[in-house]
């Protein structure tokens, strides 16, 4: 079946400028991750969504960025005011809901390269 | 709180060559998880095996070898007869198993093997 999927692939803008990532889960996983990856930071937990329960934003770095997820399935995580600092790969992640204190393996999409200049 | 530890930054071979990636860990939490993703450089992150804290039992897939020890905190991989293929970023990673914090990944480092041919 369909994987994660994440658009834009790249994104370049200005500093200052309002962007907005969109991650589409796979079909059935309730459990959605975001990651950013930089080349300080390595990889670093962001926010987690699991089904209607109040999302987990513990590793937003600012009130800069922020995410929601619509209708259970997509996800758009939003940055305001981009600063260069912002510039990463941003990855999403997607699983079966965790239950039983069972951990279920998350599946990565591609990612998003955003660059703010 | 949680940390990986991958110590090798970057790992050359020669094709062939048999090569193990190390993986430290530090939890307090009885039950987790451990993982190992492969980062190719299309940069998708591609899982490859997960283990439990209650498994220590060594698994191969072919070509792939894990070797999990509790008693060093360590989950090991090692690469049988190298190929250019297997050129990519490796991460080890932990979640543990608290409805509070989902099964959010704490990532090491990162692994950049090089097989040259």
């Known amino acids: 079946g369909a994987g994660v999927s994440q658009s834009p692939s790249n994104k370049v803008t200005e500093k200052g400028k309002d962007v907005e990532l969109r991650c589409d889960p796979i079909?059935?996983?309730?459990?959605l991750y975001w990651y950013r990856q930089s080349l300080g930071q390595g990889l670093e937990f962001l926010i987690y969504?699991?089904?209607?329960?109040?999302p987990d934003k513990s590793g937003l770095p600012s009130d800069r960025f922020s995410a929601e997820r619509t209708g259970g399935s997509v996800s758009t995580l939003t940055i305001q005011r981009t600063q260069q600092e912002d510039s990463a790969v941003y990855l999403c992640?997607?699983?079966?809901?965790w239950g039983g204190g069972a951990v279920k393996t998350q599946y990565f999409g591609p990612g998003t390269r955003l660059l703010v200049l | 709180a949680q940390k990986v530890t991958q110590a090798q930054t970057e790992i050359s071979v020669v094709e062939k060559e048999d090569v193990t990636l190390d993986c430290v860990y530090e939890?307090?939490?009885?039950?987790?998880?451990l993982f190992w993703y492969k980062q190719p450089p299309s940069g998708e992150l591609v899982f490859l095996i997960r283990?439990?804290?209650?498994?220590?039992q060594n698994e191969i897939s072919g070509r792939y070898s894990w070797n999990f020890q509790k008693s060093t905190s360590s989950f090991n991989f090692t690469i049988t007869a190298s190929q250019v293929v297997d050129s990519a970023v490796y991460f080890c990673?932990?979640?543990?198993?608290?409805?509070?914090?989902?099964?959010?990944?704490?990532f090491g480092e990162g692994t950049q093997l090089t097989v040259n041919p």
């Open positions: 079909s059935g996983h309730t459990a």
């Open positions: 969504f699991q089904g209607n329960s109040a």
């Open positions: 283990r439990n804290s209650f498994d220590e």
């Open positions: 939890t307090r939490d009885t039950t987790y998880y």
């Open positions: 992640a997607s699983s079966l809901v």
């Open positions: 990673a932990l979640s543990s198993s608290k409805e509070t914090s989902g099964s959010r990944l704490t």
